[in-house]
């Protein structure tokens, strides 16, 4: 078990860098002037001046990479206004364009998204899971069949149409409009104003658990051991619930894991539509403002979240189906 962590820790690490690596090329490397980017159209010399001596880009390559990594272990400097301030690790940088530390726009935003991507997950994961286990159950009959073509159909319909109707007909209608409060603040406020975007994400993703979980419980059903556990006359509710959905839930946990990580990195339709301030909100302005160092950050943490949830998951894999060991 150690051996197999310490193999994945290495292996995390070399994707992050390589990441790291490959986005600092992308924003940095590529044939324009990045703090002329930065700066925008209308950047006065001073400031342009400015912006070169935080971003260094008049030093060797490796120098800029080097202090960017750097940065993120023990801070670094940057200039604003003609004064200098210290950005204390891990420094993801300075936006020029919003006028704040990098780290400080991320801390207020990643709340927003890991709240509405947690509160969703809630939603499909039981819905998900005990449609599909129901499905799986009377398989073959009228009820089977319409959980079947309820979830196709559902999932043919882009997730964009299906917020923008729920965030113009549901929010503020049948559940409470959406907004963001902080849950240290207002713990009623916060579930309140993230409902309709968790009903929402969650409802539309239930329908790929559905057919997942359908399709795992069926595989595991058909197994010898549960046919063993029901010649012992053991209730079917246990043979389905305990020696069945045990094992089917194991492929759904990968999907899980690596689906989380996905959401957490990518949230720009539910944020945007629902008008959340989270990370991909975050990300679509700084995209449209040519705002690198805020680009840069999200990649990186994009980077950490799918390994993060990759090392989680085959942990969990594990724990799950006995037959599975961590080498």
Same mark, same amino acid.
């Given at each position: 078990m150690l051996t197999f962590l310490l193999r994945r820790l290495v292996s995390a690490v070399s994707v992050i860098f390589l990441t790291l690596i490959a986005s600092f090329s992308l924003f940095y490397l590529a044939p324009t002037d990045p703090a002329g980017v930065v700066c &925008?159209?209308?950047?006065?010399?001073?400031?342009?001046?400015?912006?070169?001596?935080?971003? =260094?880009?008049?030093?060797?390559?490796? %120098?800029?990479?080097?202090g960017y990594v750097k940065g993120l272990f023990v801070g670094r400097d940057y200039t604003t206004g003609g004064v200098t301030q210290e950005c204390s690790a891990p420094c993801l940088g300075y936006s020029f364009t919003l006028g704040q530390p990098v780290t400080k726009l991320i801390a207020n935003a990643l709340p927003v998204t890991v709240s509405i991507v947690l509160g969703a997950a809630f939603f499909y994961l039981l819905i998900g899971i005990m449609a599909g286990t129901l499905s799986a159950r009377v398989r073959g009959t009228m009820l089977d069949r319409v959980v079947v073509a309820g979830t196709l159909t559902l999932s043919s319909i882009p997730y964009f149409v299906v917020a923008l109707i729920s965030a113009l007909f549901v929010a503020g209608v049948i559940l409470p409009g959406s907004e963001w409060v902080p849950i240290t603040e207002n713990p009623l406020g916060w579930a309140g104003g993230l409902l309709a975007a968790w009903? %929402?994400?969650?409802?539309?993703?239930?329908?790929?658990?559905?057919?997942?979980? $359908?399709?795992?419980?069926?595989?595991?059903l058909g197994e010898d051991y549960v046919r063993t556990a029901?010649?012992?006359? *053991?209730?079917?509710? $246990?043979? +389905?619930? =305990?020696?069945?959905?045990?094992?089917?839930?194991?492929?759904?946990?990968? *999907?899980? &894991?690596?689906?989380?990580?996905?959401?957490?990195?990518?949230? +720009?339709? %539910?944020?945007?539509?629902?008008?959340?301030?989270?990370?991909? =909100?975050? %990300?679509?302005?700084?995209?449209?403002?040519?705002?690198?160092?805020?680009?840069?950050?999200?990649?990186? *943490?994009?980077?950490?979240?799918?390994?993060?949830?990759?090392?989680?998951?085959?942990?969990?894999?594990?724990?799950?189906?006995?037959?599975?060991?961590l080498r």
């Open positions: &925008g159209p209308r950047c006065t010399p001073q400031r342009l001046a400015e912006i070169e001596k935080t971003l =260094r880009v008049h030093d060797p390559v490796i %120098t800029q990479f080097t009903v %929402t994400l969650g409802i539309v993703n239930a329908a790929s658990y559905t057919r997942y979980t $359908r399709a795992s419980m069926i595989e595991s029901r010649a012992k006359g *053991i209730s079917e509710k $246990r043979v +389905v619930y =305990r020696h069945g959905l045990r094992a089917a839930v194991t492929p759904v946990a990968t *999907i899980f &894991g690596l689906d989380l990580a996905g959401q957490l990195a990518g949230a +720009v339709f %539910t944020e945007t539509i629902f008008g959340l301030p989270g990370l991909g =909100r975050l %990300t679509i302005q700084a995209f449209s403002q040519y705002d690198l160092p805020v680009l840069m950050a999200t990649v990186l *943490i994009g980077a950490v979240a799918l390994v993060t949830m990759n090392l989680i998951v085959d942990i969990v894999y594990s724990i799950l189906d006995p037959r599975v060991r």
